[in-house]
């Protein structure tokens, strides 16, 4: 049995739906709608793994919420989350290929997914998906470093999960965090601003998915954020573009 097979149908054995994400990325796209077609079912799930290298996407919400402990770019987020930790139920964890952490809870109440909502901590809630254990970014793997059960969260993660703490702690402003219902024109006016500069297309292209990445909560899928560039590329390169 390949480890993605195997990583997600741990998942699903702990009632957590699963889907399939391209090979070496986290956020290419399989399934036509992620959301919809995430699932627990074995039979699904052999299908999607049993013959390929796919990576696992782990959708959260429903009762999982996860930290993500970033450290990229210069931010290293454990050292913002480190002196909650002594407060925090022990649980499990995955170390990710950035040297980073993912941080499974279970929850008792709706947590929406935050970007940056301290320096190098994002949160992965209602609408959001991590990747799971086993998928491979670059040659290196997400590994589960804690193996051990899922805590419940306690009040000290809740009060890190609201925010509480961030007046001691450098934050994203809340606009920064692109929610559904704006992520579409958000991403088309960026990518109008880069073809009226006249940047390649390919630039655009990896620009967008990028952000798409970093700032959507819930991210949108892959193919939705190529028919963006694909609109804006419609633009002659260089001259003023209408927004929609």
Known sequence: MN???NSALNYAKDNFKVFPLKVNSKSGQVCKSWKEEATTDINQIYQWFSSTD???GVRTGDGLVVIDV??????NGYKTIENFLK???RTRIIHTPNNGWHLYFHVDRPIAC???IYEGIDIRGEGGYVVGAESVIDGTKYLVTRDQPISQANEAVYQFLEGRYKATTKTFHK??????GRRNDYLFRIGCFMQHKGLNDESIRVCLHKENEMKCCPNLSMNEVNQIVDSVLRYEKGKQ???R
């Open 3 to 5: 480890p993605q097979l």
């Open 54 to 56: 796919y990576n696992v």
């Open 70 to 75: 970033d450290n990229k770019n210069g931010v």
């Open 87 to 89: 407060d925090f139920p």
């Open 114 to 116: 935050r970007v940056g």
């Open 175 to 180: 606009d920064e965090v692109i929610q559904e």
């Open 241 to 243: 573009l209408m927004s």
